[in-house]
């Protein structure tokens, strides 16, 4: 019953408009600028425009959906920081002293933190959408990481809350973010898995290791995959094989805004396995898809290049909470605003 | 006379303040995130700080100086636009319906527009500054653009204009703005000659020549070069030579934000041309430019690799007017933002 759900959201994903593509890179063309010279981003203003199907569309309400769980490979020490930040960064995230809190405020952004399975308790706190599946995932190094219902539900609550938010208030815009220590380790498992690259090529530092413990962090991810033999034709086995909630949370955030012709930006490392998982589900949500920066993660770099996505800004960053895709979506709103603000060369006349 | 005016807001630039770039270091490091995960964000606010002498500034006033001025060299074919475009841009500036004016008023940026040396008539516009040196410089490919006293002259016009704006209220952040049909034929002479790279390493296509238009360029920027002789030593003949009037508008504003410590965002390759004359006059000033974009113009790269600065962001943008400067503050802004009201660690005890 739950798949059928989900069967149905991925119908509902329908082409972006490519007329209206094409309609908006005219325009850009009519300007007054030099032919193309706001590069990339006249394509991705424009693809925007053909999610939207306009080219003048209201930027009212962007949100950022951060979904934060725990990750029980964090027993491997795999992580530079110890697991109960994932709770303690939450209630920073409520309590607005985080780095996403700073740029969302600054920026106008909403952020709709979601609980999906943090270990430890973060009681009635207001802001906070308390969908726990569970208390972190299984330790991934040992045996799935989640059962197959359990996946399936992650991705019905991150519909869910998308869904929740969008009745509450219309969403023009969406970014990816997350919280959960571990979860660089579950990601570049799935960039592997999805992107066919070695382990290697997409294992690094996460919140800091050095090189010896990223080379046992990139060993527990063989260990990993090699246990639990994820399909790879099969998302919803590679979610709970080698995943995470918070992770599955997002992927179902991402069908739901491609369903409703929400174009939705990333972040780093772990939106890109969420958008990896996301196209091998609906390959339709690929054009949906929108990089802000790329992140100092080597694994994010393959990931992008398997969407075919080039970064926005590339500062190095390594920060998560949807930090990156806070300025990607600043970059996507004064794209619209340049696009239909501007004089045309007629004006001047 | 006007000679020992330039020296001596040369004199008034001090090196920053590296305790004060160490102790914004030491707080991001506090910050609830992991450690460096801003990456290059931290680096470049931290130096910020150094300007500024405090790690938390108020950033309340940010102004790009927009400087126009037409350039004699346009009678040798060097661009895919007519002359008379520079001046039909800045009325377009003053109307409010350029790139940049859509921009800053999405940023809440001040824009300051210049004539320095515009062809033909301006008339008494609201907002526009008129200091007219001539009517557009002369041909450099057929003698020195301009006399060493105009260029003396255009940067006093940029030192007055900033120093005009900053009595009128307090500026905390500039960027680099201009406008130009021929500038970049300019500045990849400036380029070539102060970096000692060849001709064809910094020669482009500017507002959009096809590639036998670009040969024709650096064939014009080697005579021009041959005929005049510039001496890379001395950048007042350098800029008199191969230069422009609004470039050398927006090296005497460097210098003057330098002196008064505001840091100064750099847009694309005019405005590195204008950062290589100024380090030139004054090394000091060196830790006082922040780079935003790196531009399509290929000779953009080489001027900031010469200022060993990286680029924020990186979309192929080549559209002048401080358009990339516009973001770039947006970045400088939001970083000082993350420094000062983030919690730290402790908080969340």
Redesign the interface.
Known sequence: MKNRKIDELIENIQPINQDIEIEALKRFDN???????????ENIIARAAGVYGSVNPNLRRKVIFLMAADHGVTAERVS??PAEITR??V??FL?G???IN??TR??GIDVVVTDIGVRGKLGEKKGLIRKKIAQGTENMATGPAMTREMAEESLLIGYEVFEKAFAQEKIDLIGLGEMGIGNTTASSAIISILTGAKIEDVVDM???LKPEQIEHKASIIKKAIEINQPNSKDSMDVLAKVGGFEIGGLVGCILAAASRRVPIVMDGLISGACALLAINLAPLVQDYLFASHCS?EKGHRVALSYLNEQP?????????EG?GAA?GI??I??GF??LN???TFD??K
């Open positions: 300007l007054t600028k030099p032919r193309k010279s706001l590069g990339r981003l530079a920081y303690q960064m209630l920073n309590d002293g985080a780095a700073i740029l600054h920026f996460g919140t800091g100092k926005i800004f590339d500062l190095g960053m390594h920060l998560g930090t300025y600043s970059f709103e004064t605003k340049l603000q501007m004089a004006d001047l």
